[in-house]
């Protein structure tokens, strides 16, 4: 085990200030000083320190260096290395928030590459215990709010962070929070959307049950910035050890006097109540939501108005997804100027991915906007397993896109995701690789919009039917002549006439597909081939000379379509094959040829 | 009139919090979390919680402080157990079972032996 | 309010703003494309046939949810625009049974209109179909969920007009559905029958149970004596399903189509509505002179029956015993009316012709079975009359105009105005005046209590004592009213309550609206009721207690108002009723 772990910062900025070279240096000096089993050296994502680097951070203890020239290298190495005493001239005394990981766990492999805002306590703190919170400047957010800033300096605060609705659509949350503060009280409510339904998307599951009180301080702070004493946690019934622990959570906080009346002395009051979600995908829509609130069934509603204006019980509401609020306390704490300075043009901050699909790593990550999605394949999340070839990254759940090679070296932001074709969503991020057949991947996704569309607007209910009976014949093999025109012409259609974004986005996957792998759609409808092996009808099955006779697969084939005597060479009846794929299965010569 | 102002308030909650987790232990020469998300529950992580509190419960494991935290996002290597000595890069082992968890205990909490094979 | 500019189609229009899209092309004489859409409904954005395109906007907009904006720059009809609405209406229709000739709703559908100006010529998506049992428990209201489009219009009259709330959408994506609570067959909902669902329903997704063929089938019955009895607001009405204009009064064509049909005597509901007036009356005076349970709340329109049973047992002491005008048609018919004729009440067949669903479930009570039978067999609503007519082939324009039979046809005005909201209330003025204070009350227009305000008020004085009264019409109106009685119970002294907006005029069972109208259109609503005010104007006897059949009556059979004869012929008494899906108030406190 080494005894240090030197870690880079390999951000932008630091680069062109010559991190790399250090990097070099570094290498040069620790293997001249003999000590090179003992150092490790990582390199990080952007730290968000961008001002004082390049910056270089020596574990076990943090001391976090900046301003660090190659000039420095020698008595970096000399001094704390070998004779252990840290240098006071370089080290930078900044408390932020945020990458606590790095000094309290390490791991660095896999946290380095990421920079962590929201997720900044989970896995580091016992969400259960308040005082782990507190001791990690859990609340003060919240004080500093009311001790010392307006209502309307803390709307300006969260707009000049530059902060975007991490649901999905990425709306401006300072310009929500601005309209709803506008709007004559004294009755609004703030909600915060936890009924998380992408498949495969656990962001805010695991941020509620790594850290719920930084969404309760967070909603608190909101409450206090549009004059409202009234917070909702609407989530998934689905989660309860979620549940459970916001609960704790609330309860802790009202004990300590985060929440109720008064809040910490000042003439603020709040609480929050938790609502549960009966598991409706549409429900995540916040007129749907606020509908489910109120006691009726989940439907979304054509906007305007907008929840600003006329929300929950028609009043004024701030709706904003978990992700949203657990950014709040940081750039209140370290200043929106800092959070604005990461992240791209438009899109500040990070975004938390829940990485699934076919990659080493699958887990939650969280990096700074403007990272590639070739950096979180490839970097972050290890890459593609068993030696298979990466074929297409899914990005925002069932409404998103499907990205080729071509588009890996995408810089994650709303715009430049929804520039390729895809959306940024709430952060499911699935990576396909070459054993996938996206004309099924379409259907998959197709078939869950379908199923979980509210059933109000025409494009939606029936549009999205009407494409799922395409696709299902496609990979059936009766597809069409002109289908995929037609699952183009119906695409468009609902895309720009549905009522909500549900329906809005439902044919992204099929879209982007078709766009990215139109070959693959072509191949199922004229030449009945499923180039992956995944559509079971388009496949056939042949026996090839290699086999020996054994009969395991003439025992397992359920429609008697494989025929001969033992020892000898058997035959598979095409016209008896039902394409189940037993056969292949149970070959153990690999006599079976599946094509 | 009592002007304690919610900023001066929270520093001095924090402080008290700062106490309250020192006399629990916090102080103890190896420190131990064990993920204990929804996640990293349904990969066997109230087992491996077991069987670290029996061992402290049991007298077999003394001086050190357990506790449990939330998903980190390694979902592929859960449950994980962190053991934390101060001055020492934190061990991070992944997949850890039951048996897993009582040699955690047996040769890297009592005998101080880093399990390299188990480390993420 | 303020004038702002917008661009249709680069036109340019000055417009005030607050309004939506939609209201303002309509004012500027643009006509957008619409289904789910209704003007009396909240906004449900739902069918998306009404999309523009907003040039600085991504994706349309319904523009019936929309509002317009200054500058905004709007286009209605662009190729794709069109494309789009076509595409949309074509993805209804291939949801739908297209078994247009054999439809009820065949030339009176919404879709079949829409898909034939939208161009659908072609069709290009066609699929999978939704398969539902049709629910026929109810003897009223029929649902058929394969013709439901998902328009949402009878969830919303259900639960925001009628506040019902019998009906929802269900379930989700292609397998949503519209059901009452725990999907209940329709007799054992809380549905209260008032078929104001088929008045909204763009197809035919909710029908009345249609008992035409049996009808036919029984006016050719040699053996029965076939009686008919016709709604005051029938006549009012029934003229537009033969394409005339709203407001036409039809009562000599009627009574004549009644005979050429088969019917051997043809009575008028209206003379039934003079003897409810004496009841109804007299039981008011009685409750206010002996200390009776006040305010009183009138009874003659089923589906408020059921509701008040369902959602008011509480009140069920307000209201009076009074049957309908024509269920006390129906017990006068197979009693007095059979002994006049000297035949056994068992061989009349005694058919009603009502503006109403609600009263086919009303026929049905048991409270108002008499001796054993039924006093009305079978209730046909106006359109189910109207087709009858047409398909008997009666020249029902053209026709000689006849007069109804006595002894239970003759009425004065004030029966006459039971078919529009306040008319029961006008009417039952007229004569208590009189009957308390012995003076005739000159002013009979009582203005406080016309129209189609959704509750009204008016006040007048007996004998120096002030008498409250309030009117409510559609069932949402009249829960406001009772809520308001149930807080402050001292308020009124009577009330007035009609199930359906603008009252019988606006029934459940009356003509579709026409081609370029939209159902319950409050127009065609005034146009009726006006044709019932004039009816009133134009008659020498305007008051139930002048009526001289009536007297003859009480002379003959009944004796007196609220008599031992009154009560087993002319009242009735209620139940409460809690069907799956309501909370017993009970419970709720």
Known sequence: MEKYVITLCDGTTCIQKKSREIRTALEAEIQKAGIADRVAIHLSGCLGMCAKGPIVIVNPGYSMYGNVTINDVPEIVQEHLIKGRPIARLTIDEDHLYNRFFRVFGDADFFGKQMRITLRNCGIIDPENIDDYLALRGYEALAKVLTDMTPQKVVETVKKSGLRGRGGAGFPTGVKWELTAKEPGPEKYVICNADEGDPGAFMDRSAIEGDPHTVIEGMIIGGFAIGSNKGIIYIRAEYPLAIKRLEKALADARKNGMLGDKILGSDFSFDIEIRLGAGAFVCGEETALIHSIEGARGMPRPRPPFPAQSGLFNKPTLINNVETWANIPVIILDGADWFSSIGTATSKGTKVFALAGKIKNTGLVEVPMGTTLREIVFNVGGGIPNGKKFKAVQTGGPSGGCLPEKYLETQIDYESLAAAGSIMGSGGMIVIDEDSCMVNMARFFLEFTQDESCGRCTPCREGTKRMLEILTRISEGQGQPGDIEKLERLGNMIKKSSLCGLGQSAPNPVLSTIKNFREEYEEHIHQHKCRAGVCTSLLTFEILDSCVGCGACKKVCPSEAISGKRKEKHAIDPQKCIHCGQCFMACKFGAIRKG | ?120 | MSQITIFINDKEYKVESGQTIMQTADHLGYHIPRLCYHPKLSIEGACRVCIVEVEGVRNFVASCAYPVRDGMKIRTNTKELRQTRRDIVELILDNHPEDCHTCERNYNCELQRLAYSMGIRRRHFTGEKKHYDKDLSSEAVIRDPNKCILCGRCVRMCSEIQKVHNLTQAHRGFKTVVMPAYNMPFKESVCTACGQCINVCPTAAFLERDYTQELFEALNDKSKIKVAQFAPSVRAAIGEAFNLEPGRNMEGELVAAFRKLGFDYVFDTQFAADLTIMEEASEFLERLQSGGKLPMITSCSSAWMKCMEQFYPDLIENVSTCRSPMSMAGSLIKSYFADKIGVDPDTIYSVATMCCTAKKYEAARPELVVDGRRGVDMVVTTREMAWMIKSAGIDFLNIEKEKPDSPLGMSSGAGAIFGTTGGVMEAAIRTAYELYTGETLVDIEVEAIRGLKGVKEGKLTMDGAEIRVAVAHGLGNACQLLDIVRKEPQRYHFIEIMGCPGGCVGGGGQPYASVNAIPLDENALQKRAQALYDLDRHKTIRRSHDNPDVQKLYREFLQRPLSPVSHKYLHTHYHAKTPRGIIPRVELK
């Open chain 2, 1 to 120: 009139m009592n002007m304690v102002t919610p900023l001066e308030l929270i520093r001095k909650k924090r402080a008290q919090a700062v106490g309250r987790i020192i006399s629990s232990g916090y102080l103890s020469t190896k420190r131990v979390y064990v993920g204990m998300a929804t996640c990293e529950i349904a990969a066997g992580s109230k087992d491996v919680m077991e069987v670290f509190r029996e061992a402290i419960a049991g007298g077999t494991l003394r001086d050190v402080y357990l506790s449990q935290k939330g998903c980190a996002g390694r979902c592929n290597l859960e449950p994980t157990v962190e053991v934390i000595e101060e001055g020492k890069i934190p061990v991070k082992y992944g997949r850890v079972t039951r048996e897993r968890a009582r040699e955690i205990i047996d040769r890297h909490l009592k005998k101080g032996e880093i399990i390299q094979e188990w480390v993420i």
